[in-house]
């Protein structure tokens, strides 16, 4: 009897053991599985993630590199809307140009080297012979001064290039000369004299001179005569005036602020641009180059808005290291903030 429960302990203790390695077993194999899917998401994410990134990363990419092409061709699509012509190389050329024509050497030699010089310029078609015949002149032309006055006509392919150029002249037109020879046996004789330096002095020329320039996009050619011009005449503008309503003026506010105007540009010249936040909207100084010394022909007007004035005046500022006074125009649009004044808007000028 003994032995039947020793034996039924053990087994019930062996089937124990058993159970609890199942479990143990089960437990294990849950536990890995877990790692497993887990692993597997994470590097699932990863490379969704990842593959996200680079996508976006090249479509940026894409987008920046369009822009950038998008920008060069609106570059070349603006240069080709003017044309090359109004460019610094088309100026250049045409400059070149004109040095290389109005240079007229006295030596018939030099004078072969311009003209071989001058040809590759003109366009096919266009001849040296067109331009100008140097048969009569037997003197001398030299530019002395040249500067871009304008370019106009401009078009796709050509435009005018407009130089103010001043030269001198050495005129030597040959000339024929009637002499007697032995008394009263005269005879006419035709002989072929230059007209000296002396006889003929310098002469300096200003004028404008107009050349036609083309391009196919890459290279320069004169296509047309180049043809001369008066230099303007000197014209005298109309210096800009108050042009307010005089209907506008407000003169019962005009020595308060004169009163305000002398204490603000005393601070313009004595406190820094930040000190001057205090009394105007954009801030400006003139500090330790410019004095105060006084104020003239000062008016105030009625201001767009209610409370508000515009100051009209020339301002005395005396340069510190010169001693120049100078009278610098000035309107002050003020509005009046906490019983103080303040400049609104300061505009160098007494028009508008």
Known sequence: MEIKNSFKRNAGQIRKKIFKDERRLVSSRFNSRT??????????????????????????????????QDETQSKIDSLNEVGFTNSPAGETYSKNFVKTYMNIPKDPKEREKRNNALQPYLAEGLTLEELENLSDFKGERTLKGIHLYDVKDVQEDSAKYVYRIRYNLINGVEQNKKEEVNGKDS???????????????????????????????????VVEQPYFQTVPGDTRLTAIEDKTDPSKEHTQMEQEMKRFVTQFFTSYTENTVDEMAYLMEKPESLKDTYSYKGVEDLIVYEGEKQGQYKVKTLVHLKEDKSGVVMKLPFTLIVSKENNKFYVQKLKHTIGG
């Open 35 to 68: 790692v497993f899917t887990f692993g597997f998401w994470v590097v699932l994410i990863t490379v969704i993630f990842c593959s996200f990134l680079s996508y976006y990363r090249t479509s940026f990419l894409n987008e920046r590199v369009n822009a950038y």
């Open 187 to 221: 005879k006419e004789k035709t002989e072929t004299e230059k007209i000296t330096d002396k006889e003929n002095p310098i002469e300096t020329i200003e004028v404008m001179i107009v050349v036609p320039v083309g391009t196919d996009g890459q290279s320069f050619n």
